[in-house]
């Protein structure tokens, strides 16, 4: 093919970028830092998004380990479900998620007689987040899981491993460069949700709005504050990217 | 009776495993075509969960017996296995790979010395993707004896070498396999190995034993074509 021909998807993917780089200032972003809009989204985002991963990794490893050794139509059935996010779009997630846990859903008799009320609270945001991020995880742990050598399993548990043990000294090790890409992308996932957060969620200020939202927010009231709170999470997820390539070539190399 | 009784059957996809082991030999070298089901004796009796049922004893130890619901997991079998390609754990190094199997005070130094008995104390610092063949193939074999297992089970141990280690390297096996003194089961494909590593011959065709005896007796009465092109490769 022509080397032509790869140019205008890249010059339609980096344009956008470009214009969010080249249009603001660095004024702008110092107010945006200092409006108050901006602080309490950042560190919502930031502490739910890290919430999120870290229960996306504990309850995700084991989902993946069981996938990645499970024959049968039962373990492609549940790897399927568990995908399923990934194609359904955040807004039917953000309303599955109200029939799920809202005052009128399955569950919200349940969660009422309990006390707890999910929707428009700031677990409600870590749920979204959870819901649409976790299957980028687990399918990325589970190829990672797959790949290693069932003779190595064996061989750490003839040494005296248990199978723990020998998930954690040899499997997990073995899977680090595919787990750890899942993670990051689960986390940037988890950063960028919108749609599920809106409906599930809500966008209240300083509860429930995060970066996403405060930028929807923003660009009603002011549109230098919502360019600059786009680079600022944009900036934060070019970080993520980074240190999902960077990183690893680093420890290739030493 | 210091050798092995192995007596398996099962499907396992397309091969049907029908095995049926007994020889008072602690050496068995298992020879066949590919697919015939070598690996997944060694496997078997290694403790790797198969759909397998029947019998396994090494050295008067039973490992497997589903007639009275024992099969012991592979921590509790004490048989050191050498799969294809040496299973070292490549993020460990050598020295590390040796002591993932030993447990208490001084483990380190003991991985050491279990290096240095295979000549391959050299090696502790290194990590398994930047050694040779045969430098993994030490460093495997230093970890499958530090646990003083029953049995061991080697995997092909030559195969992944070039013509030149092959030969250093097989009379070493040989020889570490004297001195270690334990019963064990080999795979090969190699009619040199065969005669080198001695002990008693398996010949497996299609999931079951077709043949067993010495290599000797092999050569005067091979009962198979497979027997008879592999005495003929031996020249």
Known sequence: MSALLRWPLLAFLGLPVLALLLTS????????WRHPLAGPAVVLSLRTSLVSLALIVATGLPVAWWLARARGPWARAVETLVELPVVIPPAVVGVALLQAYGRQGLLGDGL??????????????????????????????????????????LVARTLGASPTRAFWRVALPAARPAVLAGAALAWARALGEFGATLLFAGNLSGRTQTMPLAIFSALEVDLGLARALALLLGGLAFAVLLGLRVLPALRRAP | MSGWHIRLQGQ??????????????????????????KSTVLRAVAGAPLPLRGRVEVARRVLQDDGAAVRLPPEARRVGYLPQGYGLFAHLSAQANVAFGLTGPQAAERALAALARVGAAHLAPRRP????????QRVALARALAIEPVAL????????????????????????????????LLVTHDPRDVR??????????????????????????PASPFV??????DA
Do not use: H, K, Y
């Open chain 1, 25 to 32: 200032t660095p004024g702008e972003l110092a107010a945006a």
């Open chain 2, 196 to 221: 080198a590593f001695g002990g008693v011959v398996a010949v497996v065709e299609g999931g079951r034993i077709t043949q067993l005896g010495p290599w000797e007796a092999l050569r005067t009465q």
């Open chain 2, 12 to 37: 396992l996809g397309a091969l049907a495993v029908d095995v049926d082991l007994r020889t008072p030999s602690p050496r068995v070298v298992l020879v066949g075509p590919n697919g015939a089901g």
């Open chain 1, 112 to 153: 009422a007689r309990l006390g707890v009320q999910l929707p428009f609270t700031e677990a409600a945001v870590v749920v979204a987040q959870v819901m649409v991020a976790a299957p980028f995880f687990v399918q990325s742990a589970t190829a990672g899981l797959r790949g290693v050598d069932p003779d190595l399993l």
């Open chain 2, 153 to 184: 089970l080697l995997d092909e141990p030559l195969a992944a070498l070039d013509v030149g280690a092959r030969r250093t390297l097989r009379a070493s096996l040989a020889a570490d396999l004297d001195g270690a003194g334990r019963p064990a």
């Open chain 2, 228 to 233: 008879a092109e592999l005495l003929g490769e």
């Open chain 2, 129 to 136: 993707p930047t050694l040779s063949g045969g430098e993994q």
